[in-house]
């Protein structure tokens, strides 16, 4: 080729041509964001709901049986219940209040803040209904902790997990309330007699049946949710943000590791209530370590059990790569 000052070659210097952004590096619609959680209001009422609920049913137990031992007693047993409710409370309070917020950092500040607001209502209501001891003032103290853990686990950047794990957790707890009247039948299945072993044998198994479909029910709440926030964001936006497989596991998982959270928070702050009721006799003391042992058992198994089922559900949905399709085709063409 020529290269004189007469050749196009000459009069058109090299240059990098322009290439137009592609359209996926536009702005993202408001519920496409990874930080809007579709359902966050209703979810909010509903924890709001469970954990008055709690408080209420923990209170009808405390204050129906004589002052002393049995109080004491029944509010170690209530605490973890009451702990989990407000850890779910917090975190879904603080996505309604902050779902419509970009920024992360003013984000992560305002799940605080509100997670804080909902900690000190809480404790406000324990402090004012129930009766003024020791006892009170640790539930009110575990109680506001786990609001405001709860609502800073909400400024995470994938809120739809976060919600995903409020939504199965609420639906595990509800079904571990429901699953209490089927308890004693289970133990006669499991064989249950009049010696001590038996017993413990069949309330052993029975705790397992209950950990696992309590698991399962909680996978399928959070994969359920996360379908269906992408679903809607698609229907009103057009678009979404997709979710990966690691999400979805962490969905499914949250809910056992919520359980956890709670066996942590309980050791840390409700230690003083859980040692005064060990310390009433050797029996309680017992039935206090077998509890605990039995609430980090059944912690693990929704953890494991709630991840595996949201894998598969969200595996049965993905279909074969495009070119797997071509390659088939090749040969015939």
């Given at each position: 080729m020529s290269n004189q000052p007469g050749s196009s070659t000459a009069a058109e210097p090299d240059r990098?041509?322009?290439?137009?952004?592609?359209?996926?590096?536009?702005?993202?619609?408001?519920?496409g964001r990874p930080g809007y959680a579709p359902g966050a209001l209703p979810l909010a009422v509903l924890a709001l709901a469970w954990l008055v609920a709690m408080l209420w049913s923990t209170r009808e137990a405390i204050t129906s049986t004589a002052a002393g031992v049995t109080a004491i007693s029944l509010s170690a047993y209530a605490l973890p219940g009451v702990i989990t409710a407000a850890l779910v409370t917090?975190?879904?309070?603080?996505?309604?209040?902050?779902?419509?917020?970009?920024?992360?950092?003013?984000?992560?500040l305002a799940t605080v803040g509100t997670g804080l607001l909902v900690g000190l209502?809480?404790?406000?209501?324990?402090?004012?209904?129930?009766?003024?001891?020791?006892?009170?003032?640790?539930?009110?103290?575990?109680t506001a902790a786990a609001a405001i853990i709860g609502g800073a686990t909400a400024g995470a950047r994938q809120a739809r997990v976060?919600?995903?794990?409020?939504?199965?957790?609420?639906a595990a707890q509800l079904f571990v309330v429901l699953f209490s009247r089927a308890r004693d039948p289970l133990s006669d299945l499991f064989g249950a007699g009049e010696t001590?072993?038996?017993?413990?044998?069949a309330a052993k198994w029975v705790s397992r049946t209950e950990s696992l479909l309590a698991g399962l029910l909680a996978g399928l709440v959070a994969y359920l949710y996360l379908a269906w926030s992408r679903r809607r964001a698609e229907r009103r936006d057009g678009a979404?943000?997709?979710?990966?497989?690691?999400?979805?596991?962490?969905?499914?998982?949250?809910?056992?590791?919520?359980?956890?959270?709670?066996?942590?928070?309980?050791?840390i702050g409700g230690r003083g209530l859980l040692d005064l009721a060990a310390a009433l006799s050797e029996a309680d003391q017992v039935a206090q370590t077998a509890?605990?042992?039995?609430?980090?058992?059944?912690?693990?198994?929704?953890?494991?059990?709630?991840a595996l089922t949201t894998l598969i559900a969200?595996?049965?949905?993905?279909?074969?790569?495009?070119?797997?399709?071509?390659?088939?085709?090749e040969p015939a063409a």
């Open positions: 990098p041509e322009a290439v137009e952004p592609p359209a996926t590096d536009q702005a993202a619609p408001a519920t917090g975190a879904a309070v603080a996505l309604a209040a902050t779902n419509r917020l970009g920024r992360a950092s003013l984000r992560f209502g809480a404790a406000v209501a324990i402090n004012l209904t129930y009766a003024d001891n020791a006892t009170t003032n640790t539930i009110a103290g575990t976060v919600a995903g794990i409020a939504a199965a957790t609420l001590q072993q038996s017993v413990l044998d979404a943000t997709p979710l990966r497989w690691p999400a979805y596991l962490m969905a499914g998982a949250g809910a056992g590791l919520l359980l956890l959270l709670t066996e942590v928070i309980i050791r509890l605990g042992t039995s609430r980090v058992d059944n912690g693990i198994w929704v953890l494991f059990v709630g969200f595996g049965r949905t993905l279909g074969p790569r495009p070119d797997a399709y071509d390659a088939e085709d």
